[in-house]
């Protein structure tokens, strides 16, 4: 048996050790970190390292040369240049850290809400962010120096605000880029909160990135605040680097060497800042933004039914009536969903059939409650199980999703996080709808991981999502759709994306696992081979309406709607459709 071997949704899977292992096997971030670790080491242990204070002076080491008493000699006012090294590597890495804990304080968590949530969060987050970058640093930090304290790590806490931009820019576009990514819609679907959601799989990604740009802001905080040192800012009990230098500087033709020392070390602390933020966001992959987004790709066009159980009577697990999705465009209103009306009872499939850009996945999405937060959703009745979904409020849809909703998507791939092997994210969601100990759930994942198929349940449990193949990442989502024993499933495209052998085993699998557990089901197709399949009964629908609902059987023999017709045309070429499903087997697994 042959599958399709997706490839790796990024280039290579970010996770935090592994960056640290590579950021640190480059020479040159070991370099820099040496250097760091130096200058903090140095400047925790200047009291030991000089008997002198960082201001204290006395006439006779006026420009005195080195000694054993002096080992760097003394300044234009007789203070020991070696005290003011170590203390002034203090104030820069203490002034330094300040300005970025205050950028990454503001930037961050704006950053985070906008590029999560956009909307009016986001427009208002970079109305600000604009505000702050139009104001003109340099002369805001020289008015606050002279007005209000001469403190240089208030100027540095100035400098934080200012920056802020810049990491909030980084942030949201970082968040942006992985809140396409499918699998923060499967998290969803699987019915994890939003908190959860950011802490778990959009942090991750932010991180890294951050990290670089932290040590960049380092690099520019170090540089700002001995500029304001040499301007003469700064109380005159703060030893600075660049108070050192503007010492030097008036001294420089009597004593040019005192320009050595601060000048080499402040250069080797913003060159050691600079190694390290470049050798992480290499190890990153080259780029500032940690990921490169997998979008949804264009989806292919590709085409007996098996009786109903449905109970006369029996209240519908889901009913749809007079559904609407509108969208507010420039040129007006778009309704992509127009009056969609359909049932699912327990234990039948219903396929959702229709050219692509009928409104098949947004009928799906909002029963879902996945829709876009510009999307305007409308409806007579939309109940699940007897539970009105269009009041149902977030946590509750949420409750609801993953437990007693479960979603399999189009592409395997994108819709597993990268940074989290199978098993965690199998186990997360039992834990969390259906209350299972670690071992609870990590016994039903590899119950539920052969059961799907997978010859080697342990090996794919442990495996990161890039280390298995397309069509097992279908199982493993086919297991995860069905791990809290939902009692709708909804499958939009669920093989789409694998190749044909494989789809006709993983069209048996879900058959067999909604028969078993009576589950009804939902399936958004193009394929009218998978209405063929596993379908009860089919809504045909075109430009946002269902134009015909008939069983399966009567819509390959009796199409009513001459859409219907044209659509059974263009891809039955005359075959009949299968009389009985197989039984369901053991599938076995090819590639890996
Ligand atoms: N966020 C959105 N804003 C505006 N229009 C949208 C949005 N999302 C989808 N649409 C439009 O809604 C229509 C229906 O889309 P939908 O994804 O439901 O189609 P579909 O039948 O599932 O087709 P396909 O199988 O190709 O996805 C399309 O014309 C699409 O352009």
Not at 78 to 103: E, F, M, N, P, Q
Not at 223 to 249: P, T, V, Y
Not at 455 to 471: A, E, K, L, N, T
Not at 483 to 500: H, K, M, W
Request: net charge neutral; hydrophobic share 45%.
């Amino acid at each position: 048996m042959t599958e399709k071997s997706a490839p790796p949704p990024f280039a290579a899977p970010l996770k935090r050790d592994h960056l640290m292992r590579r950021t640190l096997r480059d020479p040159a971030a070991l370099g820099g970190l040496a250097v760091l670790v130096l200058v903090a080491a140095a400047g925790a242990a200047a009291p030991l390292l000089s008997p002198y204070g960082p201001d204290s002076s006395a006439l006779s080491a006026i420009l005195a040369p080195r000694s054993a008493a002096h080992p760097l000699g003394g300044d234009g006012v007789g203070r020991d240049v070696l005290a003011r090294l170590l203390y002034g590597g203090r104030t820069s890495l203490i002034g330094g850290a300040i300005a970025v804990l205050v950028a990454f304080a503001i930037g961050g968590p704006l950053g985070l809400v906008a590029g999560f949530h956009r909307g009016w969060v986001d427009a208002a987050a970079r109305w600000v962010n604009d505000v702050i970058m139009a104001v003109p640093a340099i002369i805001v930090m020289l008015a606050v120096m002279v007005v209000i304290s001469q403190d240089l790590n208030v100027a540095m806490a100035v400098l934080g605000v200012i920056v802020a931009p810049l990491v909030f820019r980084l942030i949201r576009a970082s968040v942006m880029a992985v809140r396409e990514e499918l699998y923060i819609d499967a998290a969803r679907v699987s019915g994890l909160g939003e908190a959860r959601i950011l802490r778990r799989h959009v942090l991750p990604m932010v991180i890294a990135p951050s990290v670089s740009q932290a040590a960049q802001l380092f690099a520019i905080a170090i540089g700002i605040q001995a500029g304001l040192g040499f301007l003469g800012l700064g109380k005159a009990s703060q030893a600075s680097w660049g108070a050192m230098l503007n010492d030097a500087f008036t001294n420089v033709y009597n004593a040019p060497i005192l320009l050595l020392w601060p000048g080499v070390t402040m250069a080797a602390t913003i060159v050691a800042f600079g190694l390290l933020g470049t050798s992480i966001r290499d190890a990153m992959g080259g780029d500032d933004t940690v990921i490169q987004p997998v979008r949804r790709g264009p989806r292919p066009h590709t085409a007996a039914p098996v009786s109903a159980s449905v109970s006369e009577g029996e209240r519908p697990l889901l009913a749809v009536d007079d559904l609407r999705v509108t969208y507010a465009r420039p040129d007006g209103d778009r309704t992509v969903v127009d009056g969609v009306s359909l049932t699912i009872h327990r234990g039948e499939v219903l396929g959702l059939v229709g050219e692509s850009g009928s409104g098949k996945s947004q009928t799906a999405f909002a029963v879902l409650g996945l829709l876009p937060p510009q999307a305007r959703v409308g409806a007579e009745r939309l109940e699940f199980d007897g539970t009105d979904l269009t009041r149902l409020g977030d946590t509750a849809y949420n409750r609801l999703r993953g437990r007693r909703v479960g979603y399999i998507p189009q592409e395997p791939m994108s819709n597993l996080d990268p940074s989290f092997r199978i098993g965690f994210q199998l186990v997360e969601p039992m834990r969390r709808h259906l209350g299972l100990s670690s071992a609870g759930a990590r016994d039903k994942a590899l119950a539920l991981l052969e059961r799907v198929g997978i010859p080697d349940p342990m090996r794919v449990f442990r495996s990161y999502p890039h280390q298995i193949s397309g069509g097992m990442a279908q199982r493993v989502l086919i297991a995860g759709a069905v791990s809290c024993d939902p009692d709708l499933l909804i499958a939009d495209e669920p093989t789409t994306a694998l190749d044909v052998t494989v789809q006709a085993e993983v069209l048996d699998l879900m058959r067999s696992l909604q028969q078993e557990q009576r589950m009804g089901m939902l399936i958004v197709t193009h394929d009218l081979g998978v209405v063929a399949d596993i379908c009860d009964r089919v809504a045909v629908m075109r430009t946002g309406k269902v134009v015909e609902t008939a069983s399966a059987r009567e819509l390959f023999h009796a199409p009513r709607h001459p859409y219907t017709r044209t659509l059974l045309d263009s891809t039955l070429e005359g075959a009949e459709p299968r009389k009985a499903l197989s039984a369901p087997s053991q599938i076995k697994d090819g590639s890996r």
